[in-house]
């Protein structure tokens, strides 16, 4: 299976503040990498698919990244609405995998 | 516009089995396989299999196997998961998404309690 290691566990930052998330994966995954919030009893929200591609309708401080098998959320000036659980997800082959989460506070 | 509405929230047995639906919307049934995906409280997101709507054909990670199977009725336009000989670790909300899990359900909680 491919595991997804994703950091950090959990993070506080401040408004207007850059925000940097992280999954490894433990082996090639092309670009198959998504990534996803999640808010209390809600199901998730797409963000980012095919590792860089911005989903419809989400504001572009949001931005996915890969350097080889790192893949890199990041939000550019932190908002409220930003908290929450962010995930990632690879799509590469059976079984699907999801990193472990990131939970984002404000500070 | 795309929806996935779930059915509403079980309580099993331990041992029995239950059975959630999702009721797919605003696009062609077919054209896109049903992923599911389970989160424990409080916990992380697992994917459970998908189905093709269109040939009937599945997918399951491994530990799915003997826990879950997948169907799926296009005359209705919905797809559904049956987890049988539940125990406590099956007390989980579970969602279905499709279109490379860009939409998802609404959830079902299922809680396993005698």
């Known amino acids: 299976d491919i595991q997804m290691t994703q950091s950090p566990a959990s993070l506080s930052a401040s408004l207007e503040e850059i925000v940097t998330i992280t999954c490894q994966a433990s082996q090639d995954i092309g670009n198959w990498l998504a990534w996803y919030q999640q808010k209390p009893g809600k199901s998730p929200q797409l963000l980012i698919h095919s590792a860089t591609s911005l989903a419809d309708g989400i504001p572009s401080r949001f931005s996915g990244s890969r350097s080889g098998t790192q893949y890199s959320l990041k939000i550019s000036r932190l908002q409220v609405e930003d908290t929450g659980i962010y995930y990632c997800l690879q799509r590469y082959s059976n079984p699907y995998t999801f990193g472990a989460g990131t939970k984002l506070e404000l500070k | 516009e795309v929806q996935l509405q779930q059915s509403g929230p079980e309580v099993g047995r331990p041992g029995s089995s239950v059975k959630i639906s999702c009721k797919a919307s605003g696009y062609t049934f077919t054209d896109y396989v049903m992923n599911w995906v389970k989160q424990s409280p409080g916990q992380g997101l697992e994917w459970i299999g998908w189905?093709?709507?269109?040939?009937?054909?599945?997918d399951y990670a491994e530990k799915f196997k003997k826990k879950a199977t997948l169907t799926a009725d296009t005359s209705s336009s919905t797809a559904y998961i049956q987890l049988s000989s539940l125990t406590s670790e099956d007390t989980a909300t579970y969602f279905c998404a499709m279109k490379g899990f860009a939409y998802w359900g609404q959830g079902t909680l299922v809680t396993v309690s005698s």
């Open positions: 189905i093709d709507p269109e040939y009937g054909s599945t």
